[in-house]
């Protein structure tokens, strides 16, 4: 069964183990004033939100990536 959450430590440390930290949060830059709250006072990244599903759409992630990056956040 895929991993469901993680951490926003875990997240966060994972896109900089994946290199993609500042894309992503150049990305979030350009996403709406409630997007950018929630990243940034999010305690917990929940793999079935719509702002997930947007992001890992727009770094080019495939389902199967998506798991295998918060299987890997999770383990952090």
């Keep these: 069964m895929p991993v469901a959450s993680a951490s926003a430590r875990q ?8 290199g993609l930290l ?3 949060e ?3 830059a350009t996403q709406s004033k409630a997007v950018q709250i929630a990243d940034e006072y999010s305690g917990t990244f929940v793999r079935t939100e719509p702002m ?19 299987t890997a956040a999770a383990a952090l």
Excluded: N, R, S
């Design 52 to 70: 997930m599903a947007a992001g890992f759409a727009a770094m080019g992630f495939t389902d199967p990536q998506i798991d295998e990056f918060f």
């Design 22 to 24: 500042d894309q992503v």
């Design 26 to 28: 150049a990305w979030i």
């Design 11 to 18: 997240f966060k440390l994972q896109l900089f183990a994946f």
